[in-house]
């Protein structure tokens, strides 16, 4: 019987590898489903509730919904023109840089007002304008 089973081999054990993982999980998803289902429906009403804050994500209740891709704008949501959109996001890879967040914040708390929520700052409709300009003068912001 031991001389048909083949030894352990690193290519034997990385086919168990690739198939056991798979089973494992629909197992334990079909096993606890119910569990599951009950403990995401509770996270999302408590979303929709709740105000929820992880370090830079934060959900409140009521929160306007935002589509930064104007293609995919609908009536329900703010729509920004491609420009805006663009800004948006070179500014958000701009702030994940070692000290653009700081240079940011500051040029917005100067030019802005120190009243002004940063995170509104980068993201509200409202300030699309003043967006424009940080764009164009914090430096390393333009390529």
Known sequence: MLWTIPGPTEAWASIIGHVAWPSVTLFLILRYKTFLR???????????????K???????????????DPAKAD????SYDSDDVNRIERMFEFIADNGGFEALR???????????????????????????????????LVE
């Open 38 to 52: 009950r403990y995401l429906t509770t996270i999302a009403d408590r979303l929709e509730t709740d105000h929820v």
């Open 54 to 68: 992880f370090g830079w994500f934060e959900v409140r209740a009521q929160d306007q919904v935002i589509v930064l």
């Open 75 to 78: 009536k329900s949501s703010t």
């Open 106 to 140: 500051q040029w917005a708390a100067t030019a802005v007002g120190t009243g002004v929520d940063f995170d509104d700052f980068l993201t509200g409709p409202e300030y699309a304008t003043q967006r424009a300009k940080a764009f164009a003068e914090v430096k390393g």
